[in-house]
């Protein structure tokens, strides 16, 4: 059944219009609200406040490692509970929390047509409980011993046997986090999934969704398979540590004590964990690549290149990255067959990533690139993902894997391709988005500089890492001291590093600054500043008010891609204007 719209068979809503929820008071407007566009801001403001803790803890840790002893309260215990709060916060406190649950939250309802996600009170309680999670990860720093320093992958027996940092509460309390955040994730994931299948416009077929959508939407599909893989075995390690049980603690004898537990498989947790572990990369990646997709298309105005190329390969990547996952435990012992196989699915996951990165170059081939300030962070995404992943080919094959798995090598690679590349899209997708959200510009000045200190400082960073793996530098050192193999230049380069990282993180404090600054003073903005074609940009207000369309549901007649359309009055069609009458 369809219905006949401007001379054009439009499908008719598989879903009707919905009632929304009014909130009655400040209270339930701003704070127990039940809008996906306020609950994605309180996800970002929550998700950035932990990062700044993540990045404060960098900054000790490159101090320690840049001039050894300089701060004194920097002992072994507390290096280690840094890198282990540090790595944990930004990969799933930070990355997933603000990809999923803040972009997620904003775009998928206004890049659809729907006035919110389909359960609205599901999604205030997802970010509730989330909230939830990082409060009770930040506790660790408060109770007795402090948090966990078993180092992000946690690893047992080491993460909660004595003598271990943090062994008391803090591995109880980071359990009890993760399993939070699962809990928290699986509502709201399960609210995007459902929006998605169900909640989109009249006319937005699942082929005319801009690739930020299928992104974020196969991403969250990933998440749900792969996040209960990292729940049970968290509950399986709390059950040890409180209980006493075995299902990783193998038998032990410590200092000479036969230990209560036996029979338990560490290897097991290690499963376990990389199986959530490397999906995980590109739950990140994928909204990260659906993001860029967009930002190429609108600042270079020009089609998308391969659009549903970049669709399947956007699918194929989630599938695949489920039978990578022991390439993280070359060194574990595995059978050399299943090494073989882990680093053949690890080389065939390169081919979809690759045919996405030809497809951005062919977009910006010929294009009318405007280097905007999201442009920047777009481009310095794709080169980093590049250099990041070349090195990841390295790491995929076991035989160079395992003489540099231990060494600073992997930290480079690991912080290019899931540190620095994914971050350099949430800049640009602040920068891009900023203007519907609060109807003014962030200030371009202080963008272009944010953008270059960035860039260039990340360079410097994690490149010199690179050959420090090379010669041996070892990962998770709390000190060097008199190593033989390591020569005087890797101190210095360490100490290079350390004054690079300080550089960076201030550089994030005039971003900061920017986004509060620009609320108030930014030049205003329009409803459309860039001119970009899809839904979220034609809203009858900007910022989009409650039920974000007014009395009528936009209708798609198109992709998300018309840019530069020979014979149009401008250089874009959005995807709600309907195509002109044909002349006899």
Do not use: C
């Not at 930020?212 to 991403?219: D, K, L, Q």
């Not at 599909?221 to 075995?233: K, Q, R, S």
């Not at 390690?237 to 004898?253: E, Q």
């Amino acid at each position: 059944m369809v219905d006949v719209t401007h001379g054009v068979a439009v499908p008719v809503a598989e879903v009707g219009d919905v009632e929304l929820y009014h909130p009655r008071s400040w209270v339930t407007k701003y704070v127990f609200s039940q809008d996906a566009k306020v609950i994605a801001i309180q996800y970002s403001l929550t998700a950035l406040s932990i990062g700044l803790v993540a990045l404060v803890l960098s900054w000790l840790m490159r101090m320690q490692l840049g001039f050894p002893g300089l701060l004194s309260f920097i002992n072994a215990d507390r290096y280690y509970q840094f890198v282990t709060m540090h790595g944990m916060i930004m990969v799933i406190y930070l990355l997933t929390a603000l990809f999923l649950g803040g972009f997620g939250n904003y775009l998928i309802p206004l890049m659809l047509g729907a006035r919110d996600m389909v359960f609205p009170y599901v999604n205030m309680l997802s970010y509730w409980i989330y909230l939830l999670a990082v409060l009770v990860l930040v506790a660790g720093f408060f109770v007795p011993g402090g948090p966990t320093g078993a180092g992000w992958t946690l690893y047992p027996p080491q993460a909660i046997l004595a003598n271990t940092p943090g062994q008391q509460w803090g591995i109880i309390l980071m359990l009890v986090s993760l399993m939070l955040f699962i809990i928290g994730f699986t509502m709201g994931g399960l609210n995007y999934v459902v929006t998605v299948l169900q909640g989109r416009a009249r006319g937005m077929t699942m082929m005319r969704m801009p690739l930020t959508v299928w992104g974020i939407f196969t991403a969250t599909v990933m998440a749900l398979l792969a996040f209960p893989a990292l729940f049970v075995g968290s509950v399986m390690m709390l059950l040890d540590r409180v209980l006493g049980t075995s299902f990783f603690m193998p038998s032990i004898v410590l200092m000479g004590e036969q230990l209560k537990y036996g029979g338990g498989s560490p290897i097991l947790f290690q499963h376990l964990f990389w199986f959530f572990g490397h999906p995980e990369v590109y739950i990140v990646a994928l909204p990260a690549f659906g993001i860029v997709s967009d930002l190429i298309s609108t600042h270079a105005r020009k089609n998308i290149f391969g659009y549903r190329m970049m669709v399947w390969a956007i699918v194929a990547i989630g599938a695949l990255s489920f039978v990578v996952w022991a390439h993280h435990m070359y060194v574990s012992g595995m059978n050399p067959g299943f090494g073989f196989f882990f680093a053949t699915t690890t080389l065939i996951i390169a081919i979809p990533t690759a045919i996405k990165v030809y497809n951005w170059v062919l977009t910006l081939w010929r294009g009318d690139i405007h280097f905007t300030v999201p442009m920047l962070f777009a481009l310095g995404f794709i080169v980093t993902f590049v250099n990041g992943g070349l090195t990841g080919l390295f790491l995929g094959n076991v035989v160079v894997d395992v003489p540099l798995s231990r060494t600073m090598f992997v930290v480079a690679h690991f912080h290019m391709v899931m540190g620095i590349a994914p971050i350099m899209v949430i800049f640009g997708a602040i920068y891009h988005w900023y203007p519907k959200l609060t109807g003014r510009m962030l200030d371009d000045t202080l963008g272009k500089l944010h953008f270059w200190v960035t860039f260039v400082g990340a360079y410097a960073i994690f490149f010199p890492m690179h050959y420090l793996g090379l010669l041996g530098v070892p990962r998770r050192y709390y000190e060097m001291g008199e190593t033989a193999f390591v020569p005087p230049s890797a101190h210095t380069l360490n100490e290079f590093i350390t004054i690079a990282a300080l550089i960076v993180g201030a550089a994030q404090l005039a971003f900061v600054f920017n986004l509060f600054w620009s609320l108030r003073h930014g030049r205003p903005s329009g409803g459309n500043p860039w001119r970009a074609t899809t839904l979220e940009w034609q809203t009858p207000e900007t910022p989009p008010t409650h039920g974000n369309w007014g009395k009528e549901l936009p209708v798609v007649y198109r992709w998300a891609y018309d840019y530069s359309v020979p014979g149009a009055a401008e250089d874009f069609l959005p995807q709600n204007q309907p195509p002109m009458p044909r002349t006899p």
